[in-house]
């Protein structure tokens, strides 16, 4: 079992960038598929992105393709999301997870496949 933290969200305006972090312990980052997940109030925890252990293979959601990248810094044993271009629906609490050994792209996205889970950092829009 590892732990992860996040940090990083906070108000934002349509058209901005923000980048969360997911700092990694108990573990190595590089040895988990690490994935990040949104939830907002009254809906299902949605996937968002994903890149495959030990391997710089990245998937998206439809909704962020292009806008959002996941990467992963080994030395840091800690996993970013860049998201550009926000958009109001982006606004939700952002979770990371870390998923032990090797997942299909179709795991990665289902949130079951994830054995442990950060506390999440909120994004919210500035109205």
């Known amino acids: 079992q590892v732990q992860l933290a996040e940090s990083g969200g906070g108000l934002v305006q349509p058209g901005d960038s923000l980048r969360v972090s997911c700092a990694l312990s108990?573990?190595?980052?590089?040895?988990?598929?690490m994935g990040w997940f949104r939830q907002v109030p009254g809906k299902e925890r949605e996937f968002v992105a994903a890149?495959?252990?030990?391997?710089?293979?990245?998937y998206y959601s439809n909704s962020v393709k292009g806008r959002f990248t996941i990467s992963r810094d080994n030395a840091k044993n800690t996993v970013y999301l860049q998201m550009n271009s926000l958009k109001p629906e982006d606004a939700a609490v952002y979770y990371c997870?870390?998923?032990?050994?090797?997942?299909?792209?179709?795991?990665?996205?289902?949130?079951?496949?994830?054995?442990?889970w950060g506390r999440g950092t909120q994004v919210t829009f500035d109205s």
């Open positions: 890149i495959r252990r030990g391997t710089t293979m990245t």
């Open positions: 997870a870390a998923a032990p050994g090797w997942k299909i792209a179709s795991s990665l996205m289902n949130p079951n496949e994830y054995t442990d």
């Open positions: 108990g573990g190595t980052v590089r040895d988990y598929g």
